[in-house]
């Protein structure tokens, strides 16, 4: 049997309000390992990494995505301890109010600033900062 990491995807979901920034939309995890972190989940066999996207930000946070372009692919074999699982992570905007469902106890909107000083779950921090500095020059 051929073994190979397991695919995800992540967003970074930027919440507008009209057309400013409010922030980036978050999860609080409900199952460990616990903590902050982006948005996401694994690609289902038979589907394309584009609907698990926006498949995943709904479930997880209830709000409707626009995907936007490719942040990066992320695959150290240490990201996750659990197993190895390889993370295409995109940029993507909704609009409306988030609500925590499915695998998410809480989704939050955390502005630019506050994102710095969060502890989050795998390598959501490095995500994030490369995110930041590409899109914000933070």
């Known amino acids: 049997m051929i073994q190979t990491p397991f695919l995800a995807v ?3 979901i930027e919440l507008m309000q009209g057309p400013h ?4 939309v978050l999860i609080w ?3 460990p390992p616990y903590g902050w972190a982006l948005p996401g989940g694994f690609v289902d066999i038979g589907e394309r990494v584009e ?3 926006v498949r995943e930000m709904r479930e997880e946070t209830t709000l409707d995505v ?5 942040i990066g692919i992320y695959s150290d074999p240490a990201r996750d301890t659990r197993f190895h699982t390889v993370s295409m992570v995109y940029r993507c905007t909704a609009t409306g109010t988030p609500k925590g ?3 998410a106890k809480e989704a939050r909107v955390f502005t630019l600033g506050e994102l710095a000083s969060l502890k989050l779950a795998f390598d959501h921090k490095q995500i994030l900062e490369e995110y930041l500095k590409r899109y914000h020059a933070l």
């Open 101 to 103: 469902a499915d695998d």
């Open 21 to 24: 920034l409010a922030g980036v």
């Open 10 to 12: 992540d967003g970074v």
């Open 66 to 70: 626009t995907r936007h372009e490719l």
């Open 51 to 53: 609907e698990a996207l």
């Open 29 to 31: 995890r409900k199952n």
